[in-house]
């Protein structure tokens, strides 16, 4: 099994930058995909960004291309998410998962093996 713990999560303005981190622990020796995804009040959760397990491949959702950035540092166990220039539609809750996946990377949430608790992003305008 794999644990996640985000953090880096909070109130900001629109136009501010956050960087999320995803802290991995367990069973990290098995390649994963790391993905994040956010879930605003009454919307489904939403795949935001994922990279593949060497780093070589990255998705994003078309609304958040050009202003964030997925990455990974497989020898701390940890993957982040740099927010730049957020809107008040970035506003969600957060989370991070990943999936025992050597190649490539899934967008979709039922595809991934463990979460982590989420963490609150709140953009104001």
């Known amino acids: 099994q794999v644990q996640l713990v985000e953090s880096g999560g909070g109130s900001v303005q629109a136009g501010d930058s956050l960087r999320l981190s995803c802290a991995a622990s367990?069973?990290?020796?098995?390649?994963?995909?790391m993905g994040w995804f956010r879930q605003a009040p009454g919307k489904e959760r939403e795949f935001v960004a994922g990279?593949?397990?060497?780093?070589?491949?990255?998705s994003y959702v078309d609304s958040v291309k050009g202003r964030f950035t997925i990455s990974r540092d497989n020898a701390k166990n940890t993957g982040y998410l740099q927010m730049n220039s957020l809107k008040p539609e970035d506003t969600a809750v957060y989370y991070c998962?990943?999936?025992?996946?050597?190649?490539?990377?899934?967008?979709?949430?039922?595809?991934?093996?463990?979460w982590g608790q989420g963490t609150q992003v709140t953009v104001s305008s």
């Open positions: 367990g069973r990290t020796s098995v390649g994963y995909a």
């Open positions: 990279i593949s397990w060497r780093g070589d491949k990255s």
């Open positions: 998962a990943a999936q025992y996946r050597i190649l490539g990377i899934t967008v979709l949430a039922s595809g991934y093996d463990y």
